[in-house]
């Protein structure tokens, strides 16, 4: 979809990026940053300020990842600097990750590698690449029976990252994601209504729904796994994974339950989450990227179902986690539902909606200086990416040129003509699905 761009969108994210480098903390070639965050201290989870660690969701890689695509956009050698420093960090740091959550792309050194890739190729530099792709090969070479399953810290997360880099690796990534797609394959729970991927014992009732921990976000990695392999079984188990959360849709929410056992609800009933980590918003873009490579119009009705659930909350800036601005559970995140749908539905009234909340931002906070509303709560203002003010600036790139700059959200792999495509794309809606715009 080509359309004009804001610069008020950038100077947005010019701004935050400014804000990034100068409180920065430096020790040598290394810096870090201060922030608010949850830690569990004496016996309860509390607001705690403290330096930042090493990851994509919350640490300084995801800061560098940030810095690097405002980079390419604004060419300031400060920008540059700092995320050199950010990685510099986050490399000293990479180990200090619990091991069981190294694999994963927003936990763990899968995603410290996929940030020093997209650096090393926004600032050209060979050695950046090559230090990414080695890392890759190391965090997805653990035992696979140890292996965590979901996008956030597991096999799902590492297989789209493994995927997306093939092409700078001088290892064969998709050998390593195929076997972690296997990994999938063999763990899942198999029901009448659909496949299923269990978490850590004791997290919830049932298998979750959802993108970050369940079977939407697992689902659509093995969908993406399936298009550059070709392989069948990849495909039959995504939509055995996407199955399994159809039977669970409420009509009377428009939404799909939230089973985690530590989520206050009505005594016997699951609740209903709306951000891209539980609930519509991250179902949803499920939903539209496994409508671009199987044109199944299945999907596409169910990404518009939840297009239009995300949309009521957005126009309400008091309902539920949309207090915050941010991509994990804020208005930010949820509106990058819109900004795919612009992009893969070629839908002008999505981008409508999308830009509304960007310009909802602006008036808010941006020009009458106030604090950006950030994930944690009971804190601050934080500075990392999923949580915080490196990822609102990265809602605002992806405003300003969503070409160029893709979704932390839904990492697609680049070089898309390339992939062997499931089916080709529809060049029209099929005639069982009505255009967004009507719907909305």
Known sequence: MTTSRDEAFLEVAAHLGRRLCRDALWAGGRCNWLGDSMEFIDGGWNVAHRSLGADLYGGTSGIALFLARLYSLTP???????????????????????????????TGSTGIAYATAIAGETFEDQALIDR???MLVEATAGEDDDVTLDVLAGAAGAIVALIDL??????????????????????????????SWGGPAGHAERNLTGFSHGAAGIAWALLELSAVTGEARFRDAAERGFAY?????????QNWPDFRADIPTPAGQPGF????????????????????????PTMRGEAEAAMRATMRTLADPNVGSQFDFTLCHGRAGNAELFVTAAQLLDDPTARAVAE??????????????????????????TPNLLLGLAGIGHFYLRLYDPESVSSVLIPQPRHVAELRKLVAMPTTPPSSAQPLRHQL
């Open 166 to 195: 093939r092409h700078l690796a001088r290892h064969d990534l998709v050998t390593i994601a195929r076997r972690l797609g296997e990994r999938l394959v063999a763990r899942a729970k198999r029901g009448e209504g659909g496949w």
């Open 132 to 134: 990414a792709c080695d």
């Open 356 to 381: 509304g909340v960007g310009r909802y931002g602006i008036e808010t906070y941006r020009r009458k200086d106030l604090p950006w509303p950030c994930g944690v709560p009971g804190g601050g203002e």
């Open 273 to 296: 989450m709306m951000a891209w980590c539980h609930g519509a918003p991250g179902i949803g873009l499920s939903r539209l990227r496994g409508y671009q490579l199987t044109g199944d």
């Open 76 to 106: 300031d050698p400060a920008l540059r600097a700092t995320a050199l420093g950010a990685l510099a960090h986050a490399h000293a740091h990479a180990q200090k990750i619990p091991t069981a959550l190294r694999l994963g792309l927003y």
């Open 245 to 253: 959360e159809r039977q669970w849709f409420s009509k009377t929410h």
